[in-house]
């Protein structure tokens, strides 16, 4: 087994370092604490300040803790601003895919719906935002699954709901389906929940690669997939980069 | 064949942004770049037109054509929307601009435009221009300029300088500036001058003599959707086809081409236009009558027009002052953790009130202060006060349009709040509808210009495109919806005389 990463430990000290006393350091206090080159104490401060957690006063050039720090544990990701954030994205996703478009986060083993765009042909439709779907039946929760944003272990305990012949209602099913998703890096449900309805969504990341939503189109399994029942590739490929660019908007660089 | 899109220019008071569209309307690809603001003085606030052409050329145009991996040879029209009234005088022979860009925010006018309207009136320019004397205008800063600029005037009146709004400014350097540059503006612009007839849509001989204005140093105004020239510089051979103050290019970016069809967008300050076709409306209700476009040889289509100075930037104020948020979207997490505003009223009247009450001795107010009162409740006083400010526009365009609003169409950065869009339904008791395209601005640059070239046919074409992407209706009881509405009025009055000059 290798042995501790130096440059890990080193920022654990410096992060210490800041928590103590009055909180604010120079560059030089820091190295100087910590027996440590400038430059790399400056290298590792600037790498915590870009992950924020580390934040650097403007007119005294002294470094603190970073609002980051605060917010560590909790994960926390205000909806209203992610869907401020996707906005632009959802709305081409729905223009160049020609169907509506969902956006999904976690709550209390459910996927709230917290931003939706309408199908683009001006027939009357509703605003489903505020409203909840079953993470096991829909692309946006098996997504919210696969990638760890929601615990899996519950749906594993029990018999999982079953809404049509076509819901995964066996957590075997349902572990298979999530390993596929992880490995193609996109999840489709179609008649999982309602006869004749599908939807195909990819995974929404926030800082550090963290999965912090879904993405997705939704409308009719026959508008959504082939004649053998395979989504198309083109809308798999639109939600992925809608889900892509909304990622980089989160500040979750390349991936 | 290759595929051909329309180019906008959507010159803005803090960046500058170029967008591609293509046929179905929908954005392929952008640039942008931010300007710097100057604010040497209080009340001042001025742009250097020579950094804004800069970054046009070398930043913003190039990254949207990288951005869309196209050549300008597939662009079949340039667009260009502007902030309206700003300001700016330029040497014809070398295109350097006389100082730096005047904007519309600025109020040093304030003195000059309290006696003019002391002493001559407001009809005397309403009935001419349509508008009344404020600080938002060209005219009092071209003044100004006179006043302050030594020969300025004599300068002008030889035709050595010219004057302009930022799509003149734009439009002459693209077409060539020194060099046979073209010196013109539309009639949307020229409607925020207080210069042009707003009947005839020429500039006006009394209001030129008025303030001392030469005619030598004014551009031409044309159409807002014909094709003026061909690019030069930049863009070469790209014929430029339209050009439209930003918020009239948002009604034509919401297609709100019919009378009574109206848009409102929602950003630091907003802006709510109604059409009133090619009936020119004058306003007993505190609203401004302008140009709403001019296609081509068509007859002038006018708008009624309602500003509010201070929505969004009261979210900003909220988080950046108050430090109760950490970004405008969270108002809204906050503001649904409580049930109602708890009795809780604010009156952003930060620098007086705009339409339709025109109060510059108004300043903010917070009504209704108990113990029982939380950040929550103060989170949902601050989205309601938009709503509000929206529903008293909007009873002022019902009394003075022939045809009330049935529908409002938004747009711009507030309409990604979810409560506040259903709070304005239930307000305005009527839909409230969101487009599929938020940049309505480019958008309607974009489609006035595509208009011109025959890149789209007609404006039913361009209403196919429209397409909406969320709607809210009204579910608010009219009793509750009544009594909230007198104690928001009831506030306003509180607001009313706190200033003394």
Redesign the interface.
């Known amino acids: 087994m290798a042995g501790p990463v130096q440059s890990i430990e080193r920022a654990a000290a410096i992060l210490r370092l800041l928590a103590q006393g009055s909180g604010r350091l120079s560059l030089g206090e820091v190295a100087a604490s910590l027996g440590l080159a400038k430059g790399t104490a400056h290298g590792i401060l600037r790498t915590l300040q870009s992950v924020d957690f580390v934040e650097q006063d403007k007119a005294t050039g002294k470094y603190q803790l970073g ?1 980051a720090l605060l917010h560590l544990g909790t994960s926390y990701l ?4 992610l ?2 954030r996707s ?2 994205w959802t ?2 996703l ?3 895919s020609g169907e509506a478009v969902r956006l999904g986060v976690p709550l209390e083993g459910k996927v709230l719906i917290v931003h ?3 199908r ?3 027939t009357f ?3 489903d ?1 505020g409203s909840l779907l079953p993470l096991h039946a829909s692309a946006l929760g098996k997504i919210l699954l696969a990638y760890g944003a929601t615990p899996l272990e519950p749906l594993m305990e029990t018999d999982l709901e079953s809404y049509t012949r076509h819901t995964l209602d066996s957590p075997q099913r349902l572990s298979r389906a999530l390993a596929e998703i992880r490995d193609t890096g996109w999840a489709f449900a179609a008649q999982e929940m309602m006869m004749g309805e599908a939807d195909i969504a990819a995974p929404i990341r926030g800082q550090g690669g963290l999965v912090v939503g879904a993405v997705g189109i939704s409308g009719a399994v026959d508008r959504l997939s082939d004649s053998k029942g395979r989504p198309h590739a083109s809308l798999v490929g639109l939600t992925r980069d809608a889900a892509r660019a909304i990622s980089r908007d989160l500040g979750a660089g390349r991936w | 064949m290759v595929e051909r899109y329309v180019m906008s220019i959507d010159q803005g008071t803090m960046s500058t942004r170029c967008i591609l569209f293509d046929h ?1 309307g ?2 392929v690809s952008v640039g942008q770049r931010e300007h710097e603001q100057y604010f040497a003085k209080p009340g001042w606030a001025e742009h250097d037109p020579t950094e804004i052409w800069s970054h046009l050329r070398r930043a913003v145009v190039p990254r949207a054509l990288e951005g869309a991996g196209i050549r300008p040879e597939q662009i079949a029209a340039i667009g260009i929307a502007n902030q309206r009234e700003t300001t700016v005088v330029w040497d014809r022979r070398t295109g350097v601009p006389v100082g730096h860009a005047i904007t519309w925010q600025d109020t040093r006018t304030s003195g000059y435009v309290e006696e003019l309207r002391r002493t001559t009136g407001d009809d005397f320019f309403l009935e001419r221009c349509g508008l009344s004397p404020t600080t938002y205008f060209s005219a009092p800063r071209l003044r100004w300029l006179f006043d302050h600029v030594d020969g300025l005037r004599e300068r002008a009146e030889r035709g050595e300088v010219l004057f302009g709004t930022m799509e003149s400014w734009l439009i002459w350097n693209l077409t060539g500036g020194p060099d046979g540059g073209l010196h013109l503006t539309d009639a949307t612009n020229a409607s925020r001058t207080m210069l042009m007839n707003i009947r005839s849509l020429s500039w006006d001989d009394e209001l030129l003599a008025y303030f001392d204005v030469p005619r030598a140093m004014l551009p031409e105004i044309r159409s807002s959707a014909e094709c003026y020239g061909m690019a030069r510089a930049l863009l070469p051979d790209v014929p430029i086809c339209a050009a439209l103050g930003d918020q009239q290019a948002a009604l034509f970016g919401q297609t709100c081409f019919a009378p009574g069809e109206a848009k409102c967008t929602y950003g630091t300050g907003s802006f709510l236009l109604v059409n009133t076709g090619t009936e020119l409306v004058r306003s007993r209700h505190g609203l401004l009558t302008t140009v709403g476009y001019k296609v081509g040889d068509e007859p002038p289509v006018y708008a009624l027009e309602g500003p509010i100075a201070v929505t969004g930037s009261l979210v900003q104020w909220f988080r950046d002052r108050l430090g109760l948020i ?8 906050l503001a649904r953790g409580v049930e109602d505003n708890g009795g809780c009223y604010i009156v952003p009247a930060f620098s007086g009130l705009f339409a339709p009450h025109w109060r510059s001795d108004a300043r903010g107010v917070i009504v209704g202060l108990t113990s029982y009162i939380t950040k929550g409740h103060l989170a949902r006083a601050v989205l309601e006060a938009t709503g509000w400010q929206t529903r008293e526009v909007v009873d002022s365009m019902n009394a003075d349009s022939p045809r009330p609003l049935r529908q409002l169409k938004v747009d711009g ?1 507030m309409t ?3 409560l506040l869009m259903q709070f304005l339904a239930d307000v305005l008791d009527m839909p409230v509808v969101r487009p ?4 309505t601005v480019s958008l309607g640059a974009a489609y006035a210009a595509g208009l011109a070239s025959g890149y789209w046919p007609d404006l039913e074409g361009l209403r196919r495109n429209w ?6 209706m009204p579910t608010m009881d009219p009793a509750r919806r009544d009594a909230e509405y007198e104690s928001w009025q009831r506030a306003v009055e509180r607001s009313l005389g706190w200033a003394r000059s």
Not at chain 1, 78 to 81: H, K, L, T
Not at chain 2, 467 to 472: M, Y
């Open positions: 609002a205000d909806i209203n601003e869907r401020s906005i632009n709305d081409a729905a223009a160049r939706h765009v309408f683009p042909d001006d439709q509703t605003l935002v | 179905q929908r954005l950490h970004s405008a979207p969270e108002i809204e997490t950065g990604s709040n979810n599929m395209v938020s940049e397409h909406r992407a969320a709607q809210w």
